[in-house]
């Protein structure tokens, strides 16, 4: 969704789900049946590569899985509350599958429902999808269930840190990287890039930490409110959405910044606590799904603020991300692709040139290299193209 660094890599679309029970359904990675648990029951978080304290129990594997703990939530990379209707339609889901003769299935792209009870649910939640009036609440209870299935599906099979299938878990290979204090990311994620293994905005918390690289889910209620209160504490001349939107003024790094500086007198960027954080938003989902993302933040930029929300351009380049993942022009890269951009650029701004940033932003595009070759290896292990399908022919040199 963002102008493409030309170094940056392609990431091949991978998706898998859970593995207690395999039925394999596609190409893709087999699917698992979920088991019920009672209730009251207590679970450990699932197993991650880089927390070993939070694997199931064989008691958890051998007679039923429990709701969603708070932890295991946080694992997955957040420091925000679990989401109260996430909550309650994980609940709804493992109760209907108590009562029911049927199991919950995961598999194929997406590792989306499957069988006799994705039948049922879907009746269910579109009949309930149907009764909401609201706009706002439809979108509330898309994301939720969104997120809901992707948790359950993806339980005990992905690593929590990396959203790769623990035979593949890359944690080991990623080096961390402190961003420099000034800086804030704010991954505006739709809710099916939620858990993709091929998503790079995870990336950033991975190299950065959860404090610099916050994860704001679109259509939580919880999330959006967290990051909309951090830009208010900002202020919105400290706000800027990283999105090519030929509908509202765009200005480079490099114009932004000449700007900030000489309405400031008194920036000193040098000093420890110095000035506020700079807030960048990058939108983390398809290029149909940013259209939606973008307009839903510009709202509410309109009714705080009553104007756009700033826009930044980055530097344009035929990337390597469209050898393996399909793009909808040559000019535009991954999530993380973006913010090495803007890294870049904001260390050629004289006054930070003395931060590292460059630094960093190589330790994220180190982190995108960890990520193609473990995708690159599993596809080829597992017997897939690792080439895409040619989109482009007459605007390449």
Known sequence: MFTSVPSFRALTILKCSNHHTFIRTSMAA???TIATPPPTMAAPPPTTAMDASSS????DHNHGRSY??????QNWGTDSP????????????????TQSDTQMKFGGLGGKLKGDFKTQEDKKHRAKYKALDDSEQKLHFFSARQIAC?????RGYLCQKCWLPLEDCMCSR????????RIRFWLYMHPKDFLRQNNTGKLLWQVFGINAAKLCLFGIAEHEEIMWKAFMDSGRNNVWCLYPNKNTPIKSVEEIFAEYISNNLHFEPNQINAGETFNFILLDGTWSNSAAMFRRLKERADL??????????????ASAMHKLRPQPSWDRTCTAGAAVALLDELHFVSQFNSFGLDKQAEAVENSVDVLLTSLTGRRLRMGRSITRRQRHHSDIC
């Open 174 to 181: 990623v080096v961390p990287c402190n961003l420099w204090h």
């Open 304 to 317: 705080l603020w009553g104007d756009d929300l700033p826009c930044i351009s980055l530097a344009t380049g």
């Open 82 to 97: 679990f989401p109260t209707q996430v909550a309650e339609i994980v609940e709804e889901m493992i109760a209907s599958e």
């Open 68 to 73: 969603i703990s708070l932890r295991e939530w």
């Open 30 to 32: 087999p699917p698992q």
């Open 56 to 59: 199931p129990s064989m008691e």
């Open 150 to 154: 992707r948790l359950l599906g993806s």
